[in-house]
């Protein structure tokens, strides 16, 4: 789950130019993906007792 949680929107930010996708702001939303899906999966886990 952190795979594709963090290693696809890598991938994606790398290959937006190459398709000549110039919007930054959709840039910016799958960089920072990552950290906001650990974010919402720690709060998923919360009441699991799981997340420390």
Known sequence: MMILGCLLPIIIVVALPL???K?????WLVFLACPLSMFIM???NKDKGTCY
């Open 42 to 44: 720690m709060h998923m």
């Open 19 to 21: 398709f000549g996708v």
């Open 23 to 27: 919007n930054v702001y959709l840039t």
